[in-house]
């Protein structure tokens, strides 16, 4: 069986990305890093910035999940997550936290403009994102959930709001 048509690693490289960077904020787990490294790589996302604590390739549990998706999905590291967002602020990207506040824009209700550059930041395992980045983002969009439990894994979470960034973004072309 062939490989289902998947671009090589060169391909990949030259192919056009979605306008859209991943912050993580101090994710503590390697495993969640690597998940989303390939969900990164399924939606070809720009790329991926690594802050404060967060697990740096090649840490073993991030290549355990992320199967080879950080040699195709480019990443840098930061020490601070919200100089991080000023940095993308000054380049002209419109950041948002994905987290559960008073103050935010539904999921189903974010619609990307496709001229934008976008940034979305995902936080902690268990503290999320941190209160001086929420302050520094242009908003925060939250995901509905409505079980009891009210939060979701960061790698499950990254997985449903990038699916829906890249769903939106493309129907709008």
Request: charged share 25%.
């Amino acid at each position: 069986m062939e490989a289902l048509g998947r671009l090589s690693t060169d391909a990949y490289f030259h192919l056009e990305k979605t306008p859209l960077v991943l912050v993580l904020d101090n994710v503590r787990s390697g495993l969640n890093v690597g998940s989303v490294f390939r969900t990164a790589d399924a939606f070809a996302v720009e790329k991926i910035v690594l802050c404060g604590i967060t697990a740096r390739p090649p840490h073993r549990e991030i290549l355990k999940t992320a199967l080879g998706s950080t040699e195709t999905v480019a990443w840098t590291e930061s020490d601070d997550t919200a100089t991080t967002v000023e940095q993308l602020k000054q380049g002209g990207y419109r950041v948002f936290a994905v987290e559960q506040t008073t103050d935010k824009i539904w999921l189903q209700d974010f619609l990307p403009v496709p001229e934008e550059k976008y940034a979305l930041v995902f936080g902690n395992e268990v503290d999320g994102v941190a209160d001086a980045v929420l302050r520094a983002c242009h908003g925060v969009i939250e995901i509905p959930q409505f079980g009891t439990k009210h939060s979701l894994n960061i790698a499950v979470a990254a997985g449903i709001v990038i699916w829906e960034f890249a769903r939106k973004l493309r129907s709008n072309q």
